[in-house]
């Protein structure tokens, strides 16, 4: 299949590429301490800069709020870049914590895996003031990710070995933690009724996010239809209630490259290999929130560009053949 290009945007150096909850997408660049919001269409709506140390900042943003942080604080703006609050992350992790994971979900509460405590805390984004905390033990790194509702977040704390990935959330204005079966969380589907989970290995599953029941779970080199040649799971995402993509890696290549695959989100077969209109060697893409659209990032050319899924699958028939899903 052959997507559709919606936009492109070229950065002056890219580091980090974050969903913000019901807005589009917020960007940090690699050499300044800027950010910059895109609306669901790639289309830049602000560009301010930071007060920070370095340059190296994480951020998570909502449609009124961002939060950047770097190794020794965070910061809270809104959109035209005026600080609402910042905190050293030694005075949120009582002396014992150098940088932390966070996110910003869609009722701007800001959750904070603070490393070296061991705690989850659940801040009020808009005031700086805390809600609640909770120890959450575990490996020190931490990824959110972003649910379909304001009901749930996810989060995983990756390990090798042991990673650990749980859906988070407030009630009574106390943490709730649900752990989720599998490995790493990578995403929730539109409907918000299942979630995927993906080990660099190889290995994916969707499961029902009430009952953690496996719908569809195998290794890449498993996978009905799949070309050969593949053999780790770089990301995957939810495009559709019924499509999944991944970036896939072979096992030795000459020089790095890079593929993506569309599968059934009910069986994971491949049901089509992306064939963009320009050239694809390595980046990774990233999810939007309306359906049949995703980001690829380009790190050789610092370009990111938004597609919308077009046109007709590899496997789909031709008109009069019957379909066979």
């Not at 009430?210 to 009905?224: F, G, Q, S």
């Not at 059934?264 to 390595?282: D, E, G, I």
């Not at 899924?309 to 496997?315: A, E, F, N």
């Amino acid at each position: 299949m052959q997507p559709r290009l919606i936009n492109q945007v070229w950065l002056p150096g890219i580091r980090q590429v974050a969903q913000a909850t019901g807005f589009g997408w917020a960007v940090t660049e690699s050499a300044s301490f800027t950010v910059n919001l895109f609306d669901h269409d790639l289309r830049r709506v602000a560009r301010f800069p930071v007060p920070l140390d370095d340059p190296r900042m994480n951020v998570g943003a909502t449609g009124q709020l961002v939060a950047a942080g770097d190794k020794h604080q965070i910061v809270v703006l809104d959109h035209n870049g005026v600080v609402q609050w910042r905190s050293s992350w030694d005075r949120l992790g009582g002396g014992a914590t150098v940088g932390a994971g966070f996110d910003l979900d869609g009722d701007d509460i800001l959750w904070v895996r603070l490393a070296g405590t061991k705690e989850l805390v659940a801040i009020h984004a808009a005031t700086g003031k805390e809600i609640h905390r909770t120890p959450l033990p575990g490996p020190g790194a931490a990824w959110f990710v972003h649910g379909p509702t304001k009901t749930w977040t996810g989060l995983t704390l990756p390990h090798p070995e042991s990673a650990a990935s749980m859906l988070i959330g407030l009630d009574a204005e106390q943490i709730v933690l649900r752990p989720l079966a599998g490995d790493d969380l990578a995403g929730f589907s539109p409907a918000g009724d299942r979630y995927l989970t993906t080990a660099f290995d190889g290995f994916l599953s969707v499961r029902n996010v009430a009952t953690d029941n496996v719908i569809a779970e195998r290794h890449l080199e498993d996978l009905p239809d799949t070309p050969p040649g593949w053999r780790y799971v770089d990301r995957a995402v939810f495009l559709t209630d019924e499509l999944i993509l991944i970036a896939v890696s072979p096992a030795d290549p000459p020089d790095y490259a890079e593929g993506h695959l569309l599968l059934s989100a009910r069986r994971l077969r491949c049901r089509s290999q992306m064939r963009y209109p320009h050239p694809h060697r390595f980046g990774s893409i990233h999810p939007a929130q309306q359906p049949g659209r995703w980001l690829t990032r380009h790190h050789e050319e610092d370009l990111l560009r938004l597609w919308q899924l077009d046109g007709r699958l590899d496997d789909e028939p031709l008109p009069g053949q019957i379909a066979l899903l």
